[in-house]
Nanobody, 125 residues
Framework: QVKLVESGGGSVQAGGSLRLSCAGR????????MGWFRQATGKAREGVAT?????????AESVKGRFTISHDNADGNENLFLQMNNLKPEDTAMYYC?????????????????WGQGTQVIVDS
């Protein structure tokens, strides 16, 4: 059974940094597409950054130049990271990790099969 567990959220001042991690285990396939999504209170969930199984990365315009997505296969897990720098109050949201080992959704698309429980990011002005 696939499980995604996010960590690394917290509360920071504007201009600060956070690094989110997502440990994914239980995949049947070795090639996995993954992504980070976020949902602010009262708003729809949106794509932040996605990475395909062959390493193609896409960022939302609002985070380009500030966020960096990365992936590794350490310890037999599919690990996904999101380095967030120069955080802004508008980055405040619940951040979710998503993955799929069968279908790779279009860039920033939300059609992933597996989702984590989320980790909260709060950026104070």
């Amino acid at each position: 059974q696939v499980k995604l567990v996010e960590s690394g959220g917290g509360s920071v001042q504007a201009g600060g940094s956070l690094r989110l991690s997502c440990a994914g285990r239980g995949f049947y396939q070795s090639s996995v597409c993954m992504g980070w999504f976020r949902q602010a209170t009262g708003k729809a969930r949106e794509g932040v950054a996605t990475i395909t199984d062959d390493g193609i990365i896409t960022y939302a315009e609002s985070v380009k130049g500030r966020f960096t997505i990365s992936h590794d296969n350490a310890d037999g897990n599919e690990n996904l990271f999101l380095q967030m720098n120069n955080l802004k109050p508008e980055d405040t949201a619940m951040y979710y990790c998503a993955a799929d080992d069968v279908y790779c959704p279009p860039a920033l698309g939300q059609g992933y099969k597996y989702w984590g429980q989320g980790t909260q990011v709060i950026v104070d002005s």
